[in-house]
């Protein structure tokens, strides 16, 4: 813009890089803060919402200061913040307003932030837990940063933009299906928008604990604990460790901001049998950093999963998280209802599909003694070529990593679902294991791996940078013939465990049929009596996530029998009604665990 069009009015009308400047990334998975059991100053509760279908927000600065009511504006204005929706915070904005069924574009969150500074040099994190897909967040008419990914974290400083009283904060949430994001624009989910999950204030010390990683020491044959601290800074420190149900006070010698420590130490050992957590507590200056934490080793042996030394098999079942009424928002008392019912299944495992799911699914998982798959949405065709799309998921998984590394119960990273053999897939696939490896080596890490359907036998490069198989097969369903899953057995012989990471058929609630009638619950039935032949005798399948635990909106899905959802759920979308197929396969995982 040049002088001139600055006292032009209609300069924004053809300005097309409004967008320049606010980058969506600036918030990572290195900025993230972890919650360590600090206060949260909760910013939950109702905001006024504007949709922005055009991107006015940016092009006519909607964030841009200016609190007059219209009444004494001087020329004409195209936003006002009181005649937004008064909407609450967490949730979709789909399911708000029927008008907003299918929205996808930018929308205006804005609230008043009254804020009572506490301490001099105190730091203020404005802590967000997920907001599909990017945002971009200003404070007071300032930009504060940005964020890209769905369904992670992040953590934005407000330190020095936030004022001692009343503030406005304005968050743009913006959900456009693109080929380059991850996921790209084809899902078999429903793409939600909004600040879905919880947001808030967390106060820290001017110097404070980052992120910390407490775990079994790998290679130490269960004998020793590793903890890893990165501070806010690169600043030289000394840290206190304290496990006091172990005896352990260590200091830890912080150096450039990052300090490591390994302790000698048996701590009784974290399992679905006996789920043990044990109170940790970094201190550094005057940031304390709290926990709860288990600990287990999980490794692979030839074609075995080895869960502290022990081989397990994993009876499981995948989840999305989808709700008639919240949509993508997840309560607590969701996630306890999906682990009753998982647990009614007879499942020790549970496959997060596709994307990471709210924090405190593992932290409740901890508690519960389950087994969980954690992944990113690198599902299906994304951009693999596109090096500014791999900066994406590489930086959701760092970010998942980095908010879940301390949950016993994530056995498994996934890295990727069904995506096509390509250079550039493999390239990026391997890419992504290695870096998971990298950030964490107390894990196993997964993807949803390729069948050569011409040989019918599971075949795909990217298995050699993985420590599991997964493959999705629907044998009895989208390919007809059972069968070929037995043939697929035959003609395999990996050498490291697989993992039916999903199977499944669709029924609809109270449709019958006898024999191969699709979409009815007897169908359903007899497809999961049929898989578990195969699976119970194969010795290097040890484990299977059933395809899926609850029906979900899917806008792919437009038959009758499906009317916008997937209906592959064993249990339907009112989340009650069992359908056969769940009794049926709760016996069969009984017998075979
Ligand atoms: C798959 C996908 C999953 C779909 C499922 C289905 O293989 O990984 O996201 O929802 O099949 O129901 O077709």
Redesign the pocket.
């Known amino acids: 813009m040049t002088m001139a069009d600055a006292h032009d009015p209609f300069a924004h009308l053809h300005d097309e890089n409004y967008a320049d400047g606010f980058a969506a990334g600036a918030a990572t998975a290195s900025t993230l803060v972890q919650s360590g059991g600090r206060v949260v100053e909760s910013l939950d509760g109702p905001w006024r919402l504007t949709l922005d279908l055009f991107d006015e927000g940016l092009r006519q600065k909607w964030y841009a200061e200016d609190d007059m009511p219209p009444s004494q504006w001087a020329t004409p204005r195209d936003y006002e913040i009181a005649a937004g929706d008064l909407v609450p915070v967490p949730s979709c904005w789909n399911l708000l307003k029927p008008e907003w069924t299918h929205f996808e574009g930018a929308a205006w969150y804005t609230r008043d932030v009254d804020w009572v500074p506490a301490k001099p040099g105190e730091r203020v994190m404005l802590q967000i837990g997920g907001a599909n897909y990017a945002l971009l967040a200003f404070l007071n008419g300032g930009f504060v940063g940005g964020h890209r990914g769905g369904s992670t974290p992040c953590s934005l400083d407000l330190t020095q933009a936030l004022r001692p009283g009343r503030n406005r904060l304005q968050i743009m949430v913006e959900n456009r299906r693109r080929a380059d994001r991850v996921p790209m624009h084809h899902?078999?989910?429903f793409n939600y928008g909004g600040l879905y999950r919880e947001i808030g204030l967390m106060r820290l010390p001017g110097l404070f604990i980052r992120q910390v990683a407490v775990a079994l020491a790998p290679g130490s044959d269960r004998q020793a604990i590793a903890a890893r601290v990165t501070l806010s800074e690169a600043r030289d420190a000394s840290a206190t460790l304290r496990i006091p149900e172990l005896g352990i006070e260590t200091r830890i010698a912080i150096e450039a901001g990052q300090g490591i420590v390994e302790i000698p130490a048996c701590p009784a050992l974290w399992s679905p049998d006996d789920p043990r957590l044990y109170e940790v507590e970094i201190v550094c200056g005057e940031d304390v950093w709290r926990d709860r934490i288990g600990f287990r080793e999980i490794r692979t042996e030839g074609t075995e999963i080895l869960l502290n030394g022990r081989s397990i098999l994993l009876a499981g079942v995948c989840v999305h998280e989808d709700d008639a009424a919240r949509g993508k928002t997840s309560t607590e008392a969701d996630i306890r209802r999906r682990f009753r019912h998982a647990r009614e299944l007879g499942a020790n495992f549970l496959r997060l599909?596709?994307y990471p799911h709210h924090e405190l699914v593992a932290r409740i998982a901890d508690e519960e003694g389950l087994l969980l798959w954690a992944e990113v949405p690198v599902?299906w065709a994304i951009d693999f070529g596109n090096p500014e799309t791999y900066a994406d998921a590489e930086n959701q998984l760092l970010e998942l990593v980095a908010r879940d590394i301390n949950r016993a119960s994530v056995i498994i990273w996934g890295v990727g679902?069904?995506n096509a053999d390509t250079d550039a897939r493999y390239r990026f696939m391997a890419d992504l294991a290695a870096r998971a490896r990298q950030a964490d080596p107390t894990r196993l890490i997964a993807a949803?791996c390729l069948i050569n359907r011409e040989r019918f036998a599971i075949e795909d490069r990217l298995a050699d940078h993985l420590d599991i198989i997964g493959i999705?097969e629907?044998f009895g369903w989208?390919e007809p013939d059972v069968a070929n899953l037995e043939r697929l057995v035959a003609n395999s012989a990996p050498d490291k465990p697989v993992i039916i990471s999903?199977t499944?058929a669709?029924a609809l609630l109270g449709h019958r049929g006898a024999g191969r009638v699709l979409f009815s619950e007897d169908w359903q039935a007899e497809f999961y009596r049929l898989q578990m032949v195969v699976v119970s005798r194969t010795p290097w399948i040890r484990g299977i996530a059933a395809?899926l635990l609850y029906d979900f909106r899917?806008e792919r899905r437009q038959t009758g029998f499906q009317r916008g959802f997937?209906r592959?759920g064993l249990i339907a979308d009112d989340k009650s009604s069992k359908k056969m197929a769940f009794d049926v396969l709760a016996e069969l995982y009984r017998r075979y665990r």
């Open positions: 899902i078999d989910w599909a596709h599902y679902n069904e949803a999705n629907y989208y999903e499944g669709d395809w899917s997937n592959k």
